[in-house]
């Protein structure tokens, strides 16, 4: 087991998305997973159905808690929830790392799987003014992306590019912006822009399925497990992208919405039971 990875998210009591596929991602990817619940979600594969928020000072305490005794290699955020979760998640890493060397993947997860709105809409500009320029990479799907960017469609892989830059501009260090909302029968294209700048075009095919509930959590947990094991970022994208594929193609076909993923795929492989 190498790498520590602190993930400052909310839970899914179906066990697909949210701090349960992080969990699962980090740990079948052989890293060490820690949490910070920032909310109780009561959900299946057909949608979200209750939100239970965790009072701010206690998500502070649980980051300063294991940032303190055990301390991170990687910070991973997802499900934020508002405003005043997001400011005080920022304020936490800012006290415990006041020189920001701590790597921070920051997946703004904005809408469920079913369509409920995770991020209320006063949340979106705390996102892109408090964590985007503390973020080393952010990991948005097209959506997300035209929220942060204050709209217009982003509809094709020209228009990933460019809207790639513009949330760079923001302030995280890098971009991974995610296609798989292009419309089309062509691949599933996925652009990196690093740090320097540098256009990185990963491809793959589109998998017919719907077993997709928890891809962005667990794409960005892949990832932050990656980097924490010293991949640079483009390794471990590739990484990242190479076992949610195989997650996705090798789900368990549990419930009657949007299943989860296979996130144990890895585990034969490994050695284990």
């Not at 290699?73 to 405003?83: P, S």
């Not at 904005?110 to 990991?139: D, F």
């Not at 790639?164 to 912006?177: C, I, N, T």
């Not at 997709?212 to 990832?223: E, K, N, P």
Request: hydrophobic share 45%.
């Amino acid at each position: 087991m190498k790498g520590r990875v602190l993930i400052v998210a909310g839970s899914d009591s179906g066990g697909g998305a949210g701090i349960q596929a992080d969990i699962k991602a980090v740990t079948c990817l052989r890293a060490y997973a820690m949490t910070a619940i920032t909310a109780l979600t009561a959900q299946n594969t057909e949608g979200v159905f209750g939100v239970h928020a965790v009072p701010l000072d206690f998500v502070r305490q649980q980051i300063h808690l294991v940032l303190d005794d055990l301390g991170a290699d990687v910070v991973k955020t997802g499900m934020l929830a508002t405003a005043e979760v997001i400011t005080a998640v920022a304020e936490a890493l800012a006290e415990a790392d006041p020189e920001g060397r701590l790597p921070l993947v920051v997946d703004p997860v904005m809408v469920a799987k079913g369509g409920h709105r995770l991020l209320a809409e006063e949340a979106v500009e705390a996102m892109r003014s408090v964590l985007l320029p503390r973020a080393t990479v952010i990991t948005p799907n097209l959506p997300e992306a035209e929220a942060l960017l204050g709209g217009g469609t982003i509809d094709t892989v020209e228009r990933m590019e460019e809207a790639a830059r513009e949330l760079k501009a923001l302030g995280p260090d890098a971009v991974l912006l995610k296609g798989g909302h292009l419309v089309g029968e062509g691949p599933l294209v996925d652009l990196l822009i690093d740090a320097e700048g540098g256009l990185h075009r990963f491809e793959g095919p589109r998998l017919a399925t719907t077993s997709t509930h928890g891809t962005g959590c667990t794409l960005a947990s892949a990832l932050a497990a990656s980097l924490a094991q010293g991949l640079d970022l483009a390794r471990a994208t590739g990484r990242a992208r190479a076992y949610v594929a195989q997650a996705i193609a090798t789900a368990p076909g549990f419930g009657r919405g949007h299943g989860p993923l296979n996130h144990a795929h890895t585990v034969g492989r490994f050695g284990g039971v």
